[in-house]
């Protein structure tokens, strides 16, 4: 079916608000991937998940990102109490298993004011 | 996990060939090598993937040498649409829970 799709496009916020970034995966992938963006910089990876479960959270910047995954469909990266410097462009990737070949998302553009 | 070297940038002329080496000095026996693509905003795109010595598709062809440490990705007759980052990408080929790490990636741009 259709790509990874991901949304919003683009979100303004407010420093101090969270926000929620929500990611679909081709239908049929197991492994769920988050990545983030800076401007003019490489992928930072922050997490993936194997189905609904993410064994490895330790690319989470810190205690104020958290994500989740249910029906091994659909994932939400949230971004509690926003900081300028999570101003990125946010990617979601899957693959049909881990280690696969990886297809991504147009991202969602995160800008913190 | 392998860590990658690539350079930051190269420049090339439409028509040319562009060879863009990365470097993997700790790659594990269970490791692919893997080549993304990524125009500006856009999320990167899959080009060609490898193991061990040559592997080429309609894009591209992926040398790999013997000993693994490095492998080349190269783009035949590059167009101005060619102009993107190029990220190389080694992961490790287990059952068990793993990550795949994304360099900083090579800029290429193409002039006329």
Known sequence: ?113 | LAKTTQPISMDSYEGQEVNITCSHNNIATNDYITWYQQFPSQGPRFIIQGYKTKVTNEVASLFIPADRKSSTLSLPRVSLSDTAVYYCLVGVLTDSWGKLQFGAGTQVVVTP
């Open chain 1, 1 to 113: 079916g259709a790509g990874v799709s991901q949304s919003p496009s683009n979100k303004v916020t407010e420093k101090g608000k969270d926000v929620e970034l929500r990611c679909d995966p081709i239908s049929g992938h197991t492994a769920l991937y988050w990545y983030r963006q800076r401007l003019g910089q490489g992928l930072e990876f922050l997490i993936y998940f194997q189905g609904n479960s993410a064994p490895d959270k330790s690319g989470l910047p810190s205690d104020r990102f958290s994500a989740e995954r249910t029906g091994e469909s659909v994932s939400t990266l949230t971004i509690q109490r926003t900081q300028q410097e999570d101003s990125a462009v946010y990617l979601c990737a899957s693959s049909l298993v881990q280690q696969e070949t990886q297809y991504f998302g147009p991202g969602t553009r995160l800008l913190v004011l």
